[in-house]
């Protein structure tokens, strides 16, 4: 069965002080809920801070981006190698608000998923189609060249380390979210284009995927049980550590009910 992972984007929020104070939080009320793998991915300026609090705890390390060259003269940019020197286990790549901000096209993102790949961290790739997209009914076209080229080159044996998020765009700090239906719906299309670009059924099954758009805890116990739904890529509510612990906890529990069924 896979293991639900709880993914905290921090996004541009949080100085040092107000950083520790939140991890420290989420790691006393999480330690209770070892059966689900949690990430924290917080601004470049703090990761070192965070890391210092985690050690010998279920939480692990994740940056928000990384660039696709090992060193050099590139101004402002974070190499994969400086990142697993950070800490970081996990990295995420081709966020929407990185699509979107910085024009990230589908050939960058799968130069920084190889480049991560190759510093043996673990990418959670992001796709996730427009309003006007899903509108015009180009949801699954998106999402499968958002895949196809996002994973470009990659072989089996690597790809089987890789995460996968949807994040609809059109969810994305609007406080909307998708119905259980249509998220459940994306997920097993994912999981049938992982399949026919692996040529392997095994993979496929074994491949999480995570749901990325306004996930709280209002909605996460009927957004996690659904089948092909392997944790949650969590942004607002990662911020407060009550929030953020109860996804947590509601993600163990749904853990349990789908290792009974």
């Known amino acids: 069965m896979r293991k639900f992972l709880i993914a905290a984007n921090w996004k541009m929020n949080m100085y040092r002080q107000e950083a520790l104070e939140l991890i420290r939080g989420v790691i006393e009320q999480t330690k209770l809920f070892p059966s689900v793998d949690i990430m924290v991915a917080p601004p470049f300026t703090v990761l070192e801070t965070v890391n210092g609090e985690i050690q010998n705890t279920q939480i692990r390390l994740g940056a928000q981006d990384v660039f696709f060259e090992e060193s050099g003269a590139y101004t402002g940019e974070i190499s994969p190698g400086m990142i697993l020197d950070a800490g970081c286990t996990y990295v995420i790549i081709g966020h929407s608000e990185r699509r979107q901000y910085f024009h990230e096209t589908d050939e960058i993102i799968n130069k920084k998923v190889t480049a991560a790949l190759k510093n043996h961290l673990i990418p959670i790739l992001c796709v996730g189609e427009t309003w006007e997209e899903r509108k015009q009914g180009r949801t699954f076209l998106v999402l499968n060249q958002q895949i196809l080229f996002g994973l470009q080159g990659i072989d089996n044996e690597k790809l089987s380390s890789i995460i996968v998020a949807y994040e609809p765009v059109w969810a994305i700090g609007t406080g909307k979210s998708a119905t259980k239906e249509q998220i459940q719906e994306v997920h097993a299309y994912l999981r049938g284009v992982i399949k026919e670009f692996t040529s392997s059924n095994e993979m496929a099954f074994n491949i999480r995927i995570l749901y ?31 929030s953020f612990s109860s996804l947590v906890q509601i993600a163990e529990n749904v853990q349990k009910e789908k290792k009974q069924e």
Not at 221 to 230: C, F
């Open 212 to 242: 990325g758009g306004s996930m709280n805890p209002k909605n996460a116990q009927e957004i996690l049980s659904q089948k092909d739904v392997d944790g949650g890529l969590i942004g607002g509510a990662s911020l407060n550590i009550d």
